[in-house]
């Protein structure tokens, strides 16, 4: 017979959730590892939690938890959980109320100091500001000695997490470097919450037509569609137990070419030929988890197609009072 503890989560849950009628937050396995079954509540991060309103430093409060967050916080949980997951252990969300832990007493306990912290803070919003940098290769080919190299599918790039002296050295060179630099609006979100910011550009495209008769003419519409190019960034930051702070952030860079390409083609007898355009965007997409102190920095970087890096920075701290 499969040991238990081999098996999905799921089906391991099932018969303890039915003895316990779910009045349990920890169960043991009953197959002798010596794993348990913790289990939180994410109805608790939204009880008795206050609205704010974010002073007037150019802030905005981050949207309302959405259909991702919960994998936003499995996510972020499974990257700071001490010791880290084995092959064996789960941790994933059940329904939409449950984050639910299979694995060792010390990971549980982990677990659960995080979890405590984020609710007993859960009432301290988290100010967070990105920034992005478009510098040219030569530029910036001094300042990857502070990264690490990472190979993706679309090629190289670079990641790191500075702290506060480096940080802010290393935000100043690329300020310098930089051939344009975007500011995001600084974000509000509570510990736990899940927040978006995109800087795209919306360009629309002749993907189709439509062929219509008209008494005895042809008529052929250009059905358009609009694809997007830009980068997007989300963001979930939690409070931890010694006061600091954990990030995760991901952040897509996609890239349209431009011109667009097209192809010419026929409908029909009595139609003209039309010219069809079928757009091409390239992307790379970035993630880096870091516990962050005051004033540390999270970097990511990129290689457009043309060349250019495109650099995100990402601070995380308490809201400015």
Known sequence: MMPMHRRPLSCLLLPLFAA?????????????????????????????RTEFEPPQLGLRPAAKPDTEQPSSIVGL????????????????TLGDR?????????????????????????????????????????????????????????????????EK????????ALAKAATQQLDA?????????????????????VKDFTVTRTGDTLV?????DVVQDGNITDVIATWLPDGLLGLSCDVTFQELQQPIPQFETTL????????????RVTGVRLRQTAVLGKDSMVVLAAQRASGEWLCATVQAGPLPK
């Open 98 to 162: 449950w984050l639910v832990l299979l694995g060792s007493p010390a990971q549980a306990a982990s677990a659960e100091r995080l979890w405590h912290a984020a609710l007993a803070k859960k009432e301290d919003p988290i100010d967070v500001q990105v920034h992005m940098f478009e510098i040219d290769a030569k530029a910036f080919a001094p300042l990857q000695e502070k990264l690490v190299a990472v190979q993706r599918e679309q090629g190289m790039a670079f990641e790191g997490m500075l």
């Open 220 to 224: 052929a519409d250009p059905v358009v």
């Open 77 to 92: 949980f499974r990257r700071l959980i001490d010791p880290p997951l084995q092959p064996g252990d789960d941790l994933r």
């Open 20 to 48: 316990t009628q779910l009045l349990a937050q920890k169960m043991p396995l009953p197959d002798g590892s010596g794993r348990i079954v913790q289990m939180f509540d994410l109805n608790q991060l939204h009880e008795k």
């Open 185 to 205: 609006p600084r974000l509000c979100m509570n510990p736990l919450q899940r927040g978006t910011m995109s800087m795209v550009k919306q360009t629309s495209y």
């Open 165 to 172: 002296d480096a940080a802010s050295a290393f935000r100043a």
């Open 268 to 279: 029909g007898p009595g139609l003209p030929p039309v010219k069809i355009q079928l757009p």
